[in-house]
């Protein structure tokens, strides 16, 4: 079978992002509707396309076959008969593609941020382009190196494979995450929730409690992602909005309770992903906690030396090493093992610097990013949403992060970086 409407998707069949939001389909709650594209059919590609017996090796070569694949007229054809389902009456004719791979969001590993998604997306053509892309992406060297990263040994190609999951997009006036416990972490910001997830923004956050909200930081709220037609674009937000939480006390306590009946229904704490609109607050994920957030309310309040940097604390331990400042991908080759990271934000496009580096500071970026996430999972510290830590941290400098407290010490600290 091609196509599989969510609410009837096979666990087996429809992938780690998939199957919960399947199941909370089932159970009544407020999820986008949608389609899957079994993982079956990704197989036959594969087959088809002799990569089934590339090792990870040739995963160049392996993702540019998958995107100059021509998918066969009988998926393109299915394709384009639920696309046309899904839209019929919908408030807008796109839709958001997403990665579902069967080795994501799973209760050792989340794979956070490293399967491609696209969002926005108009026509049966181009959903069956970004089938591709989805596709493609289990050969990029980050989700390549990711799998190793927890394995013991190079996966086999055989192993994984990935479903695709459709869904009517959510033009959200408030979007984010939220990790569920005993207590929960909720992080939020005016608009589309992807630059939350990207580390792009610092959100608002809070933590809850079963005696109420515990905890509230205001993020940092000067731009917010919304889609104009076929993409996404970054515009400032208002003036009046960059101060304002951007949820009230009784909309947390509300998604603190939605989270803890989401919990209840799949068995266990979930990380979940949420957009808002008027009316509703629809579940765009909500996969198994990997490694729970550092607890901030109960880090030791001690003075900052003379010397430190304050900031969220996202990944908890303590490390030291050379300061390693990075603005982009052509600054990778200069990351050594040891290096502390320290960079704006990060993207999925970096973890393969989180299998060398010591520690990871950003300027931007909230603890339930994906960037957190994949820090907490490989075990290194991590500080986020230090104000200007690439301008007041130097490449001549050996920094000590500290993820308990959220403080970065280091012997020398100047404008000027390089």
Known sequence: M?????????????????????ELTRAGFDVPRGFVVPAGVYRAAAAALGIAELSVDHAAEARARVRDFRLPNEVV????????????????????????????????????????????????????EAILECWASL???????????????????????????????????????????????????????????????????????????????????????????????????????RTRLSLTDAEVLRLRALGDQVSTTLGGPRDIEWASTADTTWLLQARP??????????????????????????????ASGPVRVVRGPADFPRVRPGDVLVCRATDPAWTPLFMVASAVVTETGGVL?????????????????????????????????????GEVTTDSQAPGAV
């Open 369 to 405: 990013s994906h960037a957190a996430i994949v820090a907490r999972e490989v075990g290194i510290p991590a500080v986020l949403a230090v104000p200007e830590a690439t301008q007041l941290l130097t490449t001549s400098s050996t920094a000590t992060v500290d993820g308990h407290t």
């Open 289 to 318: 906690v990997t490694v729970p957030v550092p607890d901030s309310t109960a880090r030791p309040h001690q003075p900052a030396g003379p010397t430190a940097l304050t900031g969220v604390p996202a990944s908890p331990g303590t």
């Open 2 to 22: 091609n196509v599989v409407d969510l609410a009837d998707a096979d666990p087996a069949t429809a992938g780690g992002k998939a199957a919960p939001l399947a």
């Open 139 to 241: 050969w990029t060297k980050r989700a390549v190196g990711y799998r190793a990263r927890q394995a013991s040994r190079d996966p086999d190609p055989n192993a994984f494979a990935t479903a695709v999951l459709v869904q009517r997009f959510v033009d959200a006036d408030v979007s984010g995450v939220m990790f569920t416990g005993a207590a929960s972490v909720i992080e939020a910001s005016w608009g589309v929730g992807e630059p939350i997830v990207a580390g792009q923004v610092t959100p608002d956050s809070w933590r809850v409690g079963d005696s109420g909200i515990l905890e509230r930081r205001p993020g940092v709220k000067t731009e917010r992602a919304d889609r104009d037609d076929a993409r996404l674009v970054t515009r400032p937000v208002v003036v009046p909005e």
């Open 77 to 128: 054809d299915d394709v384009s008969l639920a696309l046309e389902r899904l839209t019929d009456g919908a408030t807008t004719d796109r839709v958001a593609v997403r990665s579902s791979s069967i080795t994501e969001d799973g209760r050792e590993a989340s794979a956070a941020g490293q399967h491609d998604s696209v969002l926005a997306v108009r026509g049966a053509e181009r959903v069956c």
